[in-house]
């Protein structure tokens, strides 16, 4: 009689960790296509617009040229230490 309540608790606890196991599934499913969807954002907002010269990147370079961060890092912080790769890609990578 031990050995079959110590099969049952056994399988109780395998069936909550399947349980746990499919809801962390869900959210990792969820964050998964919240990502995706965040992705498109950011990738939309930094392609250049059909048209345009781009008239917010050529400030972003003004204000880096001022000596300002315009990096997603440190936006708008003096930059004390020379170039920033963030603000270079960022600004060179509007073409």
Do not use: W
Request: proline share 1%; net charge negative.
């Amino acid at each position: 009689m031990e050995l079959i309540n110590f099969i049952t608790n056994l399988e109780n606890k395998f069936q909550q960790l399947l349980k746990e196991l499919e809801e962390l599934k869900m959210r990792a499913f969820a964050l998964e296509e919240e990502n995706e969807k965040l992705r498109k954002e950011v990738s939309n907002i930094y392609q250049k617009p059909a048209g345009r010269k781009g008239v917010g990147f050529d400030n972003l370079a003004r204000l880096y040229g001022e000596g300002f961060h315009v990096c997603h890092m440190h936006f708008g912080q003096s930059r004390v230490e020379g170039d920033c790769l963030f603000c270079m890609g960022l600004i060179n990578g509007k073409e």
